[in-house]
Each structure stands twice: as C-alpha cells, then as structure tokens.
C-alpha cells in the first residue's frame, strides 16, 4: 500500500499560477479503481499566494471537479478558505477545464497534456 502511495503521488499534476491564471492547484489520478472507486475526482487549491509547494505542507481546499463544482474542505488546517474573488476563479477555471481535468483524473492524460489541453 505504501508503494501505491508512492505512485499515487509521483504521478500528481500541479498547475501553477501561469496555468491556472489563479492559485496554485494540484491533483492525483484514480490509479487504483479497486480501492478508489467511489473516490471522486476532486482537486486542492492553495489558500494562499505562493506559487510554489503541494501536499501535506500546503495550505489548501478541496474542489469537486464537475459541471458545479463545490468545495468539499472549504477551510484548510488552519481555518483559512479562499476569498470570493480566488473561489470564483477556480471554480470557472475548474468547469472550463472539467474535461482535461477528468481525463487526468482517470489517467488518460498526463499531466503534460493535461497542461496542453487547459484554458484560462
């Protein structure tokens, strides 16, 4: 299970601010339908400015990827959430994108295409 782990986070896309034209956002695909089928695809938005840094360290949210996307942790450890202006862009940035998002997510794409294929 640790390799997987492992895997699961080798194969993360993070998108910085010059690909989201908002916050930094960063994904892991459904590698495993096995043990992940009734995960949904969600993706993490960093809560604050810096355009460096995912994971455990990151200050972030979850956003579910779908036609309205919602967000699923709308604080972070520390309480902190987006401001109005940064949620609205991530949520339009997620329902123009919803189709790479999901193809990512699926592992269809990598996340070079995945970056190929997105528009702000």
Do not use: C
Not at 107 to 114: G, H
Request: proline residues 3%; charged residues 35%; without cysteine.
């Amino acid at each position: 299970m640790e390799e997987f782990a492992e895997l699961e986070n080798y194969a993360m896309a993070t998108l910085r601010q010059r690909d989201t034209g908002s916050v930094v956002m960063w994904m892991k695909p459904n590698l495993d339908e096995i043990v992940n089928q009734n995960k949904e695809p969600i993706i993490y938005a960093r809560t604050d400015n810096k355009d460096t840094g995912t994971g455990f360290n990151a200050h972030s949210v979850s956003i579910s990827i779908s036609d309205n996307p919602i967000l699923i942790e709308p604080e972070d450890k520390s309480g902190k959430s987006l401001d109005k202006k940064t949620e609205d862009s991530v949520i339009e940035f997620i329902k123009k994108n919803k189709d790479a998002l999901l193809q990512f997510w699926r592992d269809e794409i990598d996340d070079e295409d995945l970056r190929q294929k997105l528009v702000q």
